[in-house]
């Protein structure tokens, strides 16, 4: 990746758990921005706190 330039960014369904989860980990973990779409607005943001205290850039969509 180019210093200064954008991250790229992703959008991961049910990423607040299951398969969803670990690739949303995975890629906010590469450098990725992980958008986390879920249902329940309360369990996306608890999965983007996790994300972001590992390192990663996420937030939520709903």
């Known amino acids: 990746m180019t210093p200064g330039a954008p991250l790229p960014v992703v959008l ?4 607040n ?3 969803g989860w670990e690739i949303a980990k995975q890629l ?3 450098g990725n921005h992980a958008v ?3 249902r329940d607005q309360a369990k996306g943001e608890a999965a983007v ?3 972001t205290a ?3 850039v996420a937030k939520t969509s709903r």
């Open 17 to 19: 758990r299951g398969i």
């Open 36 to 38: 986390v779409g879920c």
């Open 49 to 51: 706190i996790v994300l």
């Open 54 to 56: 590992a390192g990663g």
């Open 12 to 15: 991961v369904t049910g990423g």
């Open 28 to 30: 906010a973990g590469r």
